[in-house]
Each structure stands twice: as structure tokens, then as C-alpha cells.
Nanobody, 118 residues
Framework: EVQLVESGGGLVQPGGSLRLSCVVSGFTFSNYFMTWVRQAPGKGLEWISLSRVSSGGDNSSYAVSVKGRFTISRDNDKSTLYLQMNSLKPKDTAFYYC?????????WGKGTLVTVSG
């Protein structure tokens, strides 16, 4: 069974940090691009980051809204995708989803909620 399970969300104060994880099973993680997408309350989906097929080098892309604050990484041995989020702002409050990218975002996790509030 293919599964993507996010964790690491929670309540954090503005300026704080969180690290999200997405554990993958059911397919060969290292063969696929992976993404993070978020959805703020009452708003649409926003793509925020992409990890290409590699554990090293500059193989990532970011939305302007998070560039310089968020870092995507992956551990192919652990089949896990990460999102390190620093300097969090209230506008970062959202459900965060990881998704496999194979020409499109074809498989999604159920998400983890990040709330940035003081």
C-alpha cells in the first residue's frame, strides 16, 4: 500500500521553527521528485517546495513566499522527506502536505497542521 505520512506540525510562536517529516512507503522513494504543498484556512493550495531525485547538491526549488526560510531535504535510506521551517510567520499557518511528483502531484499525504501564533 502506498502511503505518505506527515508529522511534526504544531503550535509555534512567530519567529520560531519546526521540522516536518513525511515518511513514504509503497514505492521507491529515491526514484521520485517530492513536493510540499500547503493550504491556509479558507484558501487554495499553495506549492512551496520541490525535491528532485538526489540526496545532495542543489536539487530543490522554493516558492518566493518561503525561499530563504524553509529548507527541503530528503533521506533516501529512510524514505523520508523533510521541511525545515525557520522564521515562521502567522501567514505560514496552514495544513502542510507532502506529495509525490510524477508529471503531477499524484499521491498525497493527509497533512499536518502548523499554527503560528503568539
Amino acid at each position: 500500500e502506498v502511503q505518505l505520512v506527515e508529522s511534526g506540525g504544531g503550535l509555534v510562536q512567530p519567529g520560531g521553527s519546526l521540522r516536518l517529516s513525511c515518511v513514504v512507503s509503497g514505492f521507491t522513494f529515491s526514484n521520485y521528485f517530492m513536493t510540499w504543498v500547503r493550504q491556509a484556512p479558507g484558501k487554495g493550495l499553495e506549492w512551496i517546495s520541490l525535491s528532485r531525485v538526489s540526496s545532495g547538491g542543489d536539487n530543490s526549488s522554493y516558492a518566493v513566499s518561503v525561499k530563504g526560510r524553509f529548507t527541503i531535504s530528503r533521506d533516501n535510506d529512510k524514505s523520508t522527506l523533510y521541511l525545515q521551517m525557520n522564521s515562521l510567520k502567522p501567514k505560514d499557518t496552514a495544513f502542510y502536505y507532502c506529495a509525490r511528483f510524477d508529471r503531477c502531484m499524484d499521491i498525497w499525504g493527509k497533512g499536518t497542521l502548523v499554527t503560528v501564533s503568539g
